[in-house]
Each structure stands twice: as structure tokens, then as C-alpha cells.
């Protein structure tokens, strides 16, 4: 699947990155722990709704679903932090 950034340059999606992301935003957050492994079990949750719409996506739809999957799972304060990165 391919990403284009808010820039415009098309990437291939790293579901590393989003989980590592999503680490780091639950860093900055209190009451909610995410460990890596769990960043990567919603990462991967990202990538399947995600290819099940297109081939082609942008930051903001991987954003959207990142910050809703975060939500659903029990995780708001880091659904904010992570959407406010």
C-alpha cells in the first residue's frame, strides 16, 4: 500500500513507524500504557482497514484510523496525544 504524504511524496506504508508512533504518543500521556507490542497489534488493525478500502492512502486517513482504532481499544488520552503529533 502507498502513502502520500502531506507533502506530496509517495512512500510505502510502515506499519513500524505507525506503531512506534503510537508508542510514543501513549509516552506522553497518563493512565494508559502501551507497550510495544500492543502498538504493533493496532498498527496492524490500521493496515487491514486501511487496505481494505484502497491502494493509495494519505497521513490523514492513516491519522483518522489510527486515533479511531486507538478509541474503540480503551486508549483516548493517547488517541489525543497521538492526533495532536
Known amino acids: 500500500m502507498k502513502v502520500t504524504k502531506r507533502n506530496g511524496k509517495v512512500v510505502l506504508y510502515d506499519d513500524e513507524k505507525v506503531a512506534t508512533s503510537i508508542v510514543w504518543a501513549n509516552g506522553r500521556t497518563k493512565g494508559e500504557t ?41 486508549y483516548p488520552q493517547t488517541a489525543e496525544s497521538y492526533i495532536n503529533y
Request: proline share 0%; net charge negative.
Open 34 to 74: 502501551i507497550t510495544i507490542a500492543t502498538g504493533k497489534r493496532i498498527a496492524d488493525e490500521v493496515f487491514r482497514r486501511l487496505t481494505s478500502e484502497n491502494d493509495f492512502i494519505t497521513t490523514k486517513e492513516i491519522q483518522d484510523c489510527v486515533y479511531e482504532v486507538l478509541c474503540e481499544q480503551g
